[in-house]
């Protein structure tokens, strides 16, 4: 117990090592990137000012301090587009539920109105639970056709080791699970959104079906896409099916991490829901098997295992005296 109680605070220190590298890398790689694109702006800034000396520096300021907010809600500044898309369509809002629903969250578009705020606020609380235990119960039920069974007929047919089978399996169905959900999308998306490259696309995917959702690349965005609202419904689909692909490969690990010593060296008191586990499974076979019913006389007796039943020699406050 004490031996794997430091080994958890082993991983928890790894953990924090690592949850600090990240941040370090990140900011490492993405600082230089921010302070060019300020300078590039601040240069915009400015020259946009000199050509236009007749506007002030407060009024562009809050121009575009409303300009970028309205964007944030989702409601494009542009004018020289074709015309103005409606973000709230109906199948605009789907796409919107279903993000919000699978907490994906891309924050493109966001409710504007209270009653809308509102609305989101009890929605989901229902919503969010129902929607992750119907993903939940149906990727465990997609587990046991794909995994469960496969595996069983697996060792029915050869004669290999059931640590071996798991491994063999999990790799080729995590393997076919990546290709479908993830290489085969990002090039449909790299097609059909034309700003985006196939790496893009493939950091889109990543990042909506792990639930991340940052939102910097959002389907069906661009001016003048043809029926964007029919393309995010697709998109939703998508994310749903998604969604339980992923829910299943964290079953599958899972399992795998069953078989696996060094994830159990983690675990405070395994080896004691290890023993509980083996005696729930002996423990009502040997009940069953020591209670014994007899019907005599119209009476029903039942007999009691060694365990249970009062030795022969002790006397427990009966009324009846000892023999002598």
């Not at 790894?14 to 370090?24: E, K, M, S, V, W």
């Not at 939102?215 to 419904?233: A, H, N, T, V």
């Amino acid at each position: 117990m004490a031996q794997r109680a430091w080994f958890y605070l082993l991983l928890l220190v790894i953990y924090i090592l690592y949850f600090t590298l990240g941040a370090f890398v990140f900011s490492t790689l993405e600082q230089p990137h921010e302070h060019q694109l300020r300078k590039r702006v601040e240069d915009l800034w400015a020259r946009f000012l000199a050509t236009h000396p007749c506007l002030s520096d407060d009024l562009l300021d809050e121009f575009l301090r409303k300009a970028l907010l309205a964007k944030s809600f989702g409601v494009s500044v542009l004018r020289n587009t074709s015309g103005y898309d409606i973000k709230w369509s109906y199948l605009s809002s789907l796409f919107f539920t279903g993000t919000t629903l699978t907490t994906i969250g891309y924050g493109h578009p966001v409710p504007i109105s209270l009653g809308g705020k509102a609305f989101c606020l009890l929605y989901s609380i229902i919503g969010i639970p129902f929607t992750l235990s119907l993903l939940s119960i149906t990727a465990q039920n997609l587990l046991i056709l794909l995994h469960d069974k496969t595996i069983h007929y697996i060792q029915l047919q050869c004669n290999i080791s059931r640590r071996k089978v798991l491994w063999i399996h999990a790799a080729v169905l995590i393997s076919i699970l990546s290709v479908v959900f993830f290489f085969i999308p990002a090039f449909i998306f790299d097609v059909i959104e034309g700003n985006w490259g196939y790496l893009d696309a493939l950091y889109f995917c990543f990042i909506s079906l792990t639930t991340i959702g940052l939102g910097d690349y959002i389907p069906g965005e661009q001016s003048g896409q043809r029926m964007p609202d029919l393309y995010k419904l697709f998109v939703t689909c998508y994310l749903l099916m998604g969604l339980v692909a992923m829910l299943l490969v964290v079953e599958i690990m899972k399992n795998l991490l069953h078989f696996n010593q060094l994830y159990n060296m983690f675990l405070l008191g395994y080896e004691d829901n290890r023993r509980d586990e083996e005696i729930e499974q002996i423990l009502p076979h040997n009940l069953e098997d020591s209670f014994v019913q007899s019907n005599q006389a119209g009476k029903t007796r039942r007999r009691l295992p060694h365990s249970v039943s009062p030795s022969a020699d002790k006397s427990y406050g009966s009324i009846n005296p000892p023999s002598s």
